[in-house]
């Protein structure tokens, strides 16, 4: 009976824990590296077929996004996640299909533009994300699931993400069992739309996430509707649009609950009848994907809504842009308006085009609602670029630019503290995972000194005995190497000639050639003259 820690060890993305009980082989998440990851992971302790089942905490890629990958690699096991984890992972996985396919598909492009002769692959396709998600196992709340022989689980609102859990693994073996609690992302209270997160009371062993464990969120309650709304008139009586770069799962579901307040309470004097544009394809499958999952996920507040016939998430003047006809035609039309549209961080997608559009007009505002990552567009937007470029074109920067403070889908330190705290016997050990270097030890500290917690921060390929209660082994940090950039322009054609022409000279060795010599001389003027 082992737990043996693979993504999201030291780091914040790429979720993936390994366990192996008697004959079977589990993993819980099994998700994509995002952004910048300083540590190399270990591999999995076998091969991908032999895997018998993934155990998901929510649909968010970094915890989701290989598994159409798993497939590709021959599992053909059961994935157990909540009904609405579900529904939105069937969305979500086909559309990180379709951008792998679109990526290798673009660099085949620009490969051969460049006479560059390696094809590029994508991780996965289209058939692998159909394939897993026929795999897929959906699961009710709180009911408790009989796996296979010796293993249980059961799943908790975590409030998070819809659907998102954390997950309770009972496992027996040789007549003992053992109870391993997995968090997941843990939920910031007082969400919109969401249940506060629900906290687990009994574990022998806890895995737990420590995203924001080193920072807290404001105290100051803010007042999202009215501060919303004021952004809104000032923008719109200049008459101008508000463009919302927003993540199309949870974050646009939240804007257009604030949305339909504003509206219903008429709160944008001289402008009631605002057009709203969601223009996002996944962000429209989503969002009917929390309607249809209200009765399970909705807190009290949006349940009221519910009852009294009203969909928390849509009003009058709400417009979904599916095609990219509708999309392009937002655009050109003069009304002031709202455009909700992904990425969040500007760096892909539609929002890119709206940008386009709205970045030079001093009468628009560009609206923040989101973390914005080092490196992004987004960051460089709101960290004062006065021009970026969009689309091989340099757009001047005299939109203004905004931010809504304190929306977080994540628990903070006081919030992460509160959920391990509740553990009514302290667990034999709480292993910290899935936040930055410098946050899960700094965290795993806080947890020890402060709070009596028997608490560790493994590095990827650390194993321990969850019957001996003991490590088998524990890994060092084995930092990645930085991938050499590919060479491009005038040096990659000169690279291509001069590994042509040793392929020539080879073929030739051995042979007169007077042309040869005579270009050997050619070859050593030019060096002469580059030295």
């Avoid at 799943?155 to 954390?166: A, E, N, R, V």
């Avoid at 709400?318 to 709202?338: G, H, M, R, W, Y």
Wanted: charged share 25%; proline share 4%.
């Amino acid at each position: 009976m082992r737990l043996t820690f693979i993504g999201a060890a030291h780091e914040v993305t790429g979720s993936c824990h390994y366990l192996e009980i008697g004959k079977k082989h589990i993993l819980v998440d099994f998700g994509m590296e995002q952004g910048v990851n300083v540590f190399e992971n270990a591999p999995l302790p076998v091969d991908e077929a032999m895997i018998d089942y993934v155990f998901l905490t929510h649909a968010h890629v970094d915890h989701s996004g290989m598994l159409p990958l798993l497939y590709a690699k021959g599992f053909r096991g059961q994935v157990f996640m909540t009904d609405a984890t579900a529904d939105l992972c069937s969305i979500m996985l086909r559309d990180c299909a379709h951008i792998q396919m679109m990526e290798a598909e673009w660099k085949n492009r620009k490969a051969k533009r460049s006479e560059s002769v390696a094809a590029a692959e994508p991780l996965f396709d289209m058939e692998d994300a159909e394939g897993i998600i026929k795999r897929i196992v959906p699961c009710h709340y709180n009911d408790i699931i009989t796996v296979c022989e010796g293993v249980q689980i059961r799943f908790t609102d975590i409030g998070h993400l819809l659907g998102s859990s954390s997950i309770e693994v009972w496992l027996t073996e040789d007549g003992r069992t053992k109870k391993i609690v997995f968090s997941g992302d843990i939920g910031n209270k007082n969400q919109p739309l969401l249940r506060d997160p629900k906290p687990t009371r009994e574990a022998d062993y806890v895995v737990m996430e420590s995203t924001y464990g080193d920072r807290l969120h404001s105290k100051v309650r803010v007042d999202y509707v009215n501060d919303l709304a004021a952004i809104l008139k000032e923008t719109f009586d200049r008459g101008g649009n508000v463009v919302i770069p927003s993540f199309a799962v949870g974050r646009t579901q939240e804007m257009l609950y604030f949305l339909r307040k504003i509206k219903v309470d008429r709160l944008v004097e001289g402008h009631e009848n605002f057009p709203v544009y969601v223009d996002s394809p996944l962000a429209v499958e989503a969002t009917g994907i929390f309607q249809e999952n209200r009765m399970e996920c909705y807190d009290e507040e949006a349940m009221e809504l519910v009852r009294e016939g009203i969909n928390p998430i849509s009003f009058a003047g709400l417009k979904l842009s599916i095609t990219s006809d509708e999309s392009k035609a937002i655009n050109f039309n003069d009304t002031p308006k709202v455009i909700i549209s992904a990425s969040g961080m500007c760096d892909a997608g539609r929002v890119r085009h709206h940008l386009k559009h709205n970045l030079w007009r001093p009468e628009s505002t560009i609206l923040f609602v989101g973390y914005q990552s080092v490196g992004t567009l987004g960051r460089n937007i709101i960290e004062g670029a006065t021009e970026v470029k969009l689309f091989g074109e340099p757009i001047q920067v005299r939109a203004q630019i905004k931010q809504m403070a304190g929306l977080s889908g994540h628990a903070d330190k006081n919030g992460l503290i509160e959920w391990v705290n509740a553990f009514e016997e302290k667990p034999k050990k709480v292993f910290v995972v899935h936040g930055e270097d410098s946050v899960c030890t700094s965290f795993v500290e806080c947890l020890k000194i402060e709070h009596g917690q028997r608490a560790y921060a493994p590095y990827s390929g650390t194993v321990f005995n969850l019957l001996s209660n003991q490590f088998e082994y524990e890994a060092e940090p084995v930092m990645k190497k930085k991938k050499a950039k590919p060479a491009t322009g005038v040096y990659a054609r000169l690279v291509a000639a001069g590994q042509r022409l040793m392929a020539l000279i080879a073929k030739n060795d051995g042979l007169a050639n007077k042309d040869m010599a005579k270009f050997a001389d050619q070859i050593n003027a030019v060096c002469d003259k580059w030295e």
